[in-house]
């Protein structure tokens, strides 16, 4: 049977894979080929996950758990240390992060398992790395198995209860000091404007100055100044509304629209398939809530947490995962 992609689908990927190399070749040139490169191999991917039906992959769960866990593990015992953590692998002139790489096949292993609960195990690897913002992105991948088990459910409210009952402890305690210092500079980031408020306050200039058409294409003063860092990944959304204004923001946002959208629709139509329709509602909510949480922290709504933008910000690892996954919903 001719498998057909969603023509909303295809526009979407086309306009947000054009903004991002376009972006990349302003705001960091030296990565604008490595960026294309993964683009390139996540078409390749994407071809790849079309030929893989959920349904047909559940011998292979366990398995799919043990090699993300290894590779999850990689960074931790040869990874060098980064900005305090390790997460990312370097072979040759390439880095890869294991974090974004193992959520299409979690994804898998949950769609086809009984035992989700297991999905801790990669979320507790990824936090000893340390990396909050990943094992907050990787962890949502259960929510749609959370939604569909009654059993789980109703655990998820009660640990959901319990947490809310030890967030302080939690706050003290629990979390890294940079992580505190995070929630209490978004809070009031005044306090803080050259140091941990920083980041936050140049964020919200780009944005505020950007206007309906932006300064135009390499003329943003906050990106291409260095005042904004992170300008090409964390603040990408923050860099692409500076230069190119409202008129960017509102493909942005209209294409993951419509992305999540023809998610949606194809997930409830493969209800009889129950792995796809666990897979493809999961990667819907993967994108939604990065995205969600990403333009959240651009605007200063939401604490800085280091959560790429989906198909925005420079990584070849995040774009090969997501387009992989997008494949393998594509597969029926």
């Not at 893989?52 to 590779?71: D, M, R, Y």
């Not at 140049?202 to 260095?226: E, P, V, W």
């Amino acid at each position: 049977m001719r498998k057909k992609i969603p023509i909303a689908l295809i526009i979407s990927l086309i306009v947000l894979s054009s903004l991002n190399l376009l972006m990349i070749s302003s705001l960091a040139p030296s990565l604008f080929w490595k960026q294309l490169l993964a683009w390139i191999i996540g078409i390749g991917l994407f071809v790849f996950g079309m030929q893989i039906n959920p349904k047909q992959t559940k011998a292979q769960g366990p398995l799919l758990l043990i090699i993300s866990c290894i590779i999850l593990l990689l960074p931790i015992l040869a990874g060098n240390f980064t900005r305090g953590s390790r997460r990312w692998l370097y072979i040759g002139p390439m880095s890869l992060q294991p974090s974004e790489i193992v959520k299409g096949p979690l994804m898998l292993f949950l769609s086809t398992t009984s035992l989700p609960l297991l999905h801790l195990i990669p979320v507790g690897i990824i936090m000893l790395q340390p990396d909050l913002g990943s094992a907050i992105t990787v962890f949502i991948l259960i929510i749609p198995i959370i939604l569909y088990s009654k059993k789980l459910f109703k655990l998820s409210l009660i640990a959901g209860a319990i947490f809310l009952l030890i967030s302080p402890l939690s706050y003290k305690y629990i979390l890294k000091d940079y992580q505190r210092q995070r929630i209490e500079h978004f809070l009031n980031p005044a306090s803080d404007p050259l140091g941990q408020g920083y980041n936050l306050i140049q964020s919200q200039i780009a944005i505020g100055s950007g206007g309906l058409f932006g300064k135009g294409y390499r003329k943003g003063t906050q990106g291409q100044l260095l005042f904004l860092p992170e300008k090409h990944s964390d603040f990408i959304f923050a860099s692409t509304t500076e230069e190119l204004g409202l008129f960017a923001v509102l493909l942005i946002i209209t294409s993951y629209f419509l992305i999540i959208k023809t998610l949606l629709v194809k997930a409830f139509q493969t209800t009889n398939n129950l792995p796809l329709f666990l897979f493809t509602l999961g990667i819907a909510i993967e994108i939604w809530v990065q995205a969600f949480i990403n333009i959240g922290m651009n605007l200063g709504l939401l604490p800085v947490t280091g959560i790429p933008l989906p198909f925005m910000s420079v990584g070849g690892s995040s774009i090969m995962a997501l387009l992989f996954s997008l494949g393998v919903i594509s597969s029926a």
